[in-house]
């Protein structure tokens, strides 16, 4: 199975700061990886795919970037509703997608 | 709009069964791939079962193999999850995904069922 590793585990930002949170996988991915982001209590929402590709409706602050067994999510300048955990996850196995452990994102 | 309906949730003793529905509206529902991901308290995501638009295949996680059943009802577009012989470790908000085409991630989520396994 692919392993998905995660850094950092968290990062305490302020409002209008840049973030960067590193996913790392045991194998080539190619672009095979999508980043989510999970508010308290809620389902996570699809961020990116095809490490780069932003989906329809998300902020252009987001950015994804990298291929093959790296790969960075920026947060150009954090916003008040950026405060989340953010999971990447590897497409490059289906039906076996596994996820990072997450990185929390919360207030320095 | 996409929308995935979660429901079926509750309190159940380890061994016991449970069924979850996932009612589904806004897209074609049997053209897609439909799945489900849980997450233990405070834990991460862990991806539990898919299946084909046509339910001619199905696929589980290791940890649920055996003992979970996923299937669908494309007339009534909603998705199941017969799960039996629970244990303490499959206490987790269940989640309905939607994979798009090519399904190689989830687009759409529902808000999610907790199920809560007493030992």
């Known amino acids: 199975d692919i392993q998905m590793t995660q850094s950092p585990s968290s990062v305490s930002a302020s409002v209008g700061d840049r973030v960067t949170i590193t996913c790392r996988a045991s194998e080539d991915l190619g672009n095979r990886l999508a980043w989510y982001q999970q508010k308290s209590g809620e389902a996570p929402k699809l961020l990116i795919h095809?490490?780069?590709t932003l989906q329809r409706g998300v902020p252009s602050r987001f950015s994804g970037s990298g291929s093959g067994t790296d790969f960075t999510l920026t947060i150009s300048s954090l916003q008040p509703e950026d405060f989340a955990i953010y999971y990447c996850q590897q497409a490059n196995s289906f039906p076996l997608l596994t996820f990072g452990p997450g990185t929390k994102v919360d207030v320095k | 709009d996409v929308q995935l309906a979660d429901s079926g949730g509750g309190l159940v003793q380890s061994g016991g069964s449970l069924r979850l529905s996932c009612t589904a509206s806004g897209f074609t529902f049997s053209n897609y791939v439909m799945g489900w991901v849980r997450q233990a308290p405070g834990k991460g995501l862990e991806w539990v079962s898919a299946?084909?638009?046509?339910?001619?295949?199905?696929y589980y996680a290791d940890s649920v193999e055996g003992r979970f059943t996923i299937s669908r009802d494309n007339s009534k577009t909603t998705l199941y999850l017969q799960m039996s012989s629970l244990r303490a470790e499959d206490t987790a908000v269940y989640y309905c995904?939607?994979?798009?085409?090519?399904?190689?991630?989830?687009?759409?989520w529902g808000q999610g069922t907790l199920v809560t396994v007493s030992s």
């Open positions: 095809t490490a780069s």
């Open positions: 299946i084909s638009g046509s339910s001619d295949n199905t």
């Open positions: 995904t939607k994979y798009p085409l090519v399904r190689r991630y989830f687009d759409y």
